[in-house]
């Protein structure tokens, strides 16, 4: 590997595996900076594709493509956990590459996760891995009905996932899904979800963000509010268990750790090997945002404050909401004290994250009761 010492400093190339919002926001930071970025992603028009130096539209499996990747940038990221392990296998050829593909694999596959968390002795909710319809009857008995079949691969934001009561409905799900690897999850009566973003470093050092606490519409995430309105106690642990995670992963870069909260205790949901939706506060509220804190991890610079400089709620903008001629964006821009952020994405579907804003206020209540009344005059 031809390996630039660390750190690697302004006016060097990074590069970023995937051009979607979160690719962006990685862009904007490090030419922030000064850095110069190329993005790898097929998609000619993709989000971070628009802000970066070079856009290389390929596929991720791309040998040529990965070559021309490893060979222009001193060190390489992903913004998504679907990114081909072996791609970022081949580029540790070229290149420092973060994090690492054993952990991105972990992460991508939810039967290697919930399987490596409880080997690792992490509470999650009770599950039974789904390889055949054979299997369901079994499974169910571990987790007890209602239950949640999702697939192992490709699963986000709630799809690729049903709601089942009775072993005829987890078979006909499991057949809906094609028959592949699921696994089959309790179905938790939730408090709360919290999720904490941190960073890791090489030397093991690990940045917490504060804890945000999410709320879900449709299995999306909808709105984050931080600081999470929970115990000290409960507060500890998860930002205990979060910097577990990432040293038994021996993770260096950005993640997040997305918990249940159900009868008080934190169960772990999913492991995301990037920055993460709930983290996008940060971008307006802390001192780093998640986004300087990849690029601080990717080039092995000290990682960044992650002090939270106001409370703080952030509200995603779906492409449901462009149904009538697009968003209210003058009721939204009225006020000083929200910051709006785009992706840049031409085609509104519903589902589709649009964008954010992030509602800054001394006091919380007030930064909630804001968010809430905008999210409805969009
Ligand atoms: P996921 O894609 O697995 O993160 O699921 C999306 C959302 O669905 C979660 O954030 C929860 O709101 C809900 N959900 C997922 N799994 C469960 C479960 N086992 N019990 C209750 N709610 C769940």
């Given amino acids: 590997m031809s390996s630039k010492p660390l ?19 990685f862009t904007i930071a490090a030419r922030t900076m000064g850095y110069k970025v190329m993005v790898l992603d097929p998609d000619f028009a993709s989000p971070a594709g628009q802000m970066a130096d070079v856009h290389l539209q390929a596929d991720y499996t791309d040998h040529g493509a990965l070559k021309q990747l490893g060979a222009a940038c001193a060190a390489v990221t992903t913004e998504f956990e679907n990114v081909p392990a072996a791609s970022l296998i081949e580029l540790t050829n070229h290149c420092r590459v973060s994090p690492g593909a054993e952990s991105v694999a972990i992460a991508q596959d939810r039967s290697h996760e919930k399987t490596w968390l409880r080997e690792h002795g992490f509470a999650t909710a009770p599950f039974a891995l789904v390889d055949s319809e054979a299997d369901l009857d079994a499974a169910l008995a571990v987790t007890g009905a209602p239950a949640l079949l999702k697939v192992s691969r490709f699963g986000y934001d709630g799809k690729g996932q049903a709601r089942v009561g009775t072993l005829e409905e987890a078979r006909a799900a499991y057949r809906e899904f094609g028959g592949q690897p699921c696994v089959l999850e309790g179905f938790v ?22 804890i945000a606490e999410n709320r879900h519409d449709n299995g999306i995430l909808d709105v984050s509010i931080v600081p999470a309105r ?13 910097c577990a995670v990432a040293d038994k992963l021996g993770y260096v870069g950005v993640m997040a750790v997305e918990f249940f909260v159900a009868g008080g205790q934190l169960m772990i949901n999913e492991i995301a090997p990037r920055p993460h939706n709930s983290g996008h506060y940060t971008l307006d509220a802390c001192v780093t945002d998640q986004f300087e804190q990849q690029v601080r991890a990717l080039c092995g610079l000290p990682l960044g404050d992650t002090r ?52 800054l206020d001394a006091d919380l209540p007030a930064a909630l009761a804001l968010a809430e009344k905008m999210r409805a005059a969009l």
């Fill in 230 to 242: 929970v115990s000290d106690t409960l507060a500890r642990q998860a930002r205990e268990m979060a």
């Fill in 7 to 25: 750190p690697i400093l302004p006016g060097a190339t990074l590069g970023i595996l995937g051009g979607g919002q979160l690719g962006r926001m």
């Fill in 308 to 359: 939270l400089l106001s409370p703080v709620a952030m509200v995603n903008i779906l492409g449901n909401r462009w149904h009538n001629g697009g968003p209210n964006w003058d009721a939204l821009l009225a006020h000083g004290n929200i910051k709006l952020h785009l992706y840049g994405k031409e085609a509104a579907r519903p589902g589709r994250k649009m964008g954010h804003f992030n509602v």
């Fill in 189 to 210: 009566q939730l408090e709360l979800e919290v999720s904490v973003v941190l960073a890791r470093s090489d030397a093991g050092e690990c940045a917490l963000f504060p």
